[in-house]
């Protein structure tokens, strides 16, 4: 079965934090908060990394996204390089980054879709 785009275009995309209450029927949510992100990641064992050259290490894929290159390796799809949880954070604050992903529906298995975007090119539809 095919997704739907991540990013909705005339949707609104719920913001959460890690305290949030998730709104009901919201499909697609957005977070800066840390703790949101590194739970989300936890749960599908994923990895932070990056493809670009950082002050850890030299690029190793070539990340045409335009903005912070920081992305995550899941078991068994480790293509980019592991950097730590800081360096990871550092280069999302750094860059003003939106993290923005599937909500996971209760009655099915996790999804890994998510996007890192710039917040401020967002700032109409996440909130």
């Not at 480790?78 to 949880?85: E, H």
């Amino acid at each position: 079965m095919k997704e739907g785009p991540l990013l909705p275009e005339q949707k609104r995309i719920q913001d959460v934090r890690a305290d949030s209450v998730v709104e009901p029927g919201a499909k697609v949510l957005s977070t800066r908060d840390h703790d949101v992100i590194r739970r989300w990641a936890g749960k599908r064992q994923a990895e932070p990394a990056t493809g670009e050259a950082t002050e850890s290490g030299p690029a190793t894929v070539n990340v045409r996204d335009g903005g912070a290159g920081i992305r995550f390796n899941f078991p068994g799809q480790g293509m980019f390089r592991p950097i730590s949880w800081d360096e990871w954070l550092r280069n999302f604050d750094a860059h003003e980054c939106a993290f923005v992903f599937d909500q996971d529906a209760p009655d099915a298995a996790s999804t890994n879709r998510y996007r890192i975007v710039k917040a401020a090119d967002w700032k109409d539809v996440i909130g």
